[in-house]
């Protein structure tokens, strides 16, 4: 699993040392992380088009018992990480870039960062056709960004790079795009946006098969972070109600990492959907330098690293998102606002009928946003 792109050897002479070495690199406390998590997840696909499901058995996702909001305190200091191997993506170039993408606006509102797996052409047209489509909001800015990995398969390479020369949103790291790999494709999107897009206010993130409804966003979710910091707000999975997979799977956890431990002892995110304020991106970027790799993306960037940082307020939005397909289909096509801002829509065809039903639902919202054609 470990993917060694390069070791920094952190066994400097103390903590004074790490800090004046890695301070064009960050500015934050260094608190040890030793320990290793993982998450469950409630269904992935990726590249090869395989779909991997979990069972999210004792995990409560109600979370009735746990405050809505929850602040990380700041970390402090401690004794630096030993040894450790680092993401790939820290320092190698990117296969396909497009460095101008947010220079256009000298503010936007809001980035869609995309997790997408190579092969997935056609959900990223469907995404480019409905709630990505840049050419149907007017009154706002924002970017839709698909960060995927390398692929053996030449004919697809060859595809992708067409495809980045027709729209110009597809960002290529140097990793395999695999499940175990996911981690890097979110270190990169924080590098990426720490790079070329920081003058955004709001980090979306999302799988490529969900729906957005941005009038809820815009409406919603983005007055609330106009002057937010440090926030965070997703599908909370509250510190330690998560338990950690010891049996024999594709999933297992290895009895040394979270040693004696069965509930991850960090909050973090289910990663399908995520909002993120942008101030803290760059944080979190700098933090995966002194965050141990660990293949469980949404432990990792949502759960560690905003833990290593500090300081970081996570609302949970559960009750706003549905991973049931058909729940959220019923729902936009209702007679009645729909609450969801994303649903799950990976049948053929969900991801327009979806769209096509808030744009009437929401015509009010619409009307401020989209343009007249759509309407
Ligand atoms: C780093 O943080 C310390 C303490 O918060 C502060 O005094 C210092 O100015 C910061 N340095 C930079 C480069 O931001
Ligand atoms: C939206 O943009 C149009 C021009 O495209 C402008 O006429 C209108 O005033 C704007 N509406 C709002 C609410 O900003
Ligand atoms: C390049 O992409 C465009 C737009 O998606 C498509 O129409 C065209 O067939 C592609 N060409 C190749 C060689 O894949
Ligand atoms: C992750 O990517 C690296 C670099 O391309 C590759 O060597 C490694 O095999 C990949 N890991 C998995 C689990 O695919
Ligand atoms: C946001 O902050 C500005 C200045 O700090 C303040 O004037 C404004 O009322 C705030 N808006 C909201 C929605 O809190
Ligand atoms: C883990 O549990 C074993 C046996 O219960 C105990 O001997 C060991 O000290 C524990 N290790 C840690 C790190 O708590
Ligand atoms: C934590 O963040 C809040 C803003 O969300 C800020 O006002 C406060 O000073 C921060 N505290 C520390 C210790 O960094
Ligand atoms: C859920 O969405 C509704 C409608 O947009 C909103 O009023 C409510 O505050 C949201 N709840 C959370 C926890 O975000
Ligand atoms: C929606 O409204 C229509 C007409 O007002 C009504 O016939 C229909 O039964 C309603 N559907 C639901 C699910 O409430």
């Given at each position: 699993m470990a993917v060694i792109g390069r070791r920094l050897l952190l066994s400097l002479c103390g903590l004074t040392a790490l800090v004046v070495m890695l301070d064009h690199i960050v500015n934050m406390s260094v608190v040890e992380t030793s320990k290793l998590i993982t998450s469950h997840r409630e269904w992935r696909d990726y590249g090869d088009g395989s779909r991997y499901s979990v069972q999210l058995s004792a995990v409560t996702t109600s979370s009735s018992s746990a405050k809505p909001s929850t602040t990380i305190p700041t970390a402090v200091t401690q004794k630096p990480v030993k040894?450790?191997?680092?993401?790939?993506?820290?320092?190698?170039?990117?296969?396909?870039?497009?460095p101008s993408m947010c220079k256009s606006d000298s503010k936007l509102n809001f980035v869609f960062i995309v997790h997408t797996s190579t092969d997935h052409f056609n959900r990223r047209n469907a995404i480019r056709q409905t709630w990505g489509n840049i050419r149907a909001l007017r009154n706002l800015s924002f970017r839709v960004v698909f960060f995927l990995g390398l692929t053996k398969n030449k004919k697809i390479q060859t595809m992708l790079e067409n495809e980045s020369t027709v729209y110009g949103d597809i960002?290529?790291?140097?990793?395999?795009?695999?499940?175990?790999?996911?981690?890097?494709?979110?270190?990169?999107?924080?590098?990426?946006?720490?790079?070329?897009?920081?003058?955004?206010?709001?980090?979306?993130?999302?799988?490529?098969?969900?729906?957005?409804?941005?009038?809820?966003?815009?409406?919603?979710?983005?007055?609330?972070?106009?002057?937010?910091?440090?926030?965070?707000?997703?599908?909370?999975?509250?510190?330690?109600t998560s338990p950690i997979m010891r049996e024999k799977s594709k999933w297992q956890v290895h009895v040394d990492q979270f040693k004696n431990i069965t509930h991850y002892p960090v909050p973090y995110c289910n990663g399908y959907f995520v909002l993120i304020s942008s101030d803290i991106i760059r944080q979190l970027y700098r933090a995966s330098y002194l965050t141990p790799f660990f293949w469980v993306d949404d432990v990792y960037l949502y759960g560690l690293l905003p833990q290593k940082i500090g300081n970081v307020t996570f609302t949970s939005i559960t009750v706003n998102l549905t991973l049931h397909q058909e729940t959220g289909m019923k729902c936009y096509t209702g007679n009645t606002t729909c609450k969801y801002l994303a649903s799950y829509a990976e049948k053929q065809g969900y991801m327009e009928s979806m769209w096509f039903a808030a744009l009437r639902m929401f015509k009010n919202i619409a009307e401020k946003i989209v343009v007249k054609e759509l309407l």
């Open positions: 040894k450790t191997s680092y993401p790939l993506t820290l320092t190698s170039p990117y296969l396909i870039n497009n960002i290529q790291g140097q990793f395999m795009d695999s499940y175990h790999n996911l981690t890097h494709k979110g270190v990169l999107t924080y590098r990426w946006i720490s790079e070329f897009c920081s003058n955004t206010e709001l980090v979306v993130k999302v799988d490529d098969d969900m729906f957005v409804n941005i009038f809820n966003l815009v409406d919603h979710y983005l007055p609330i972070y106009r002057n937010a910091s440090r926030k965070i707000m997703c599908h909370l999975r509250p510190q330690g």
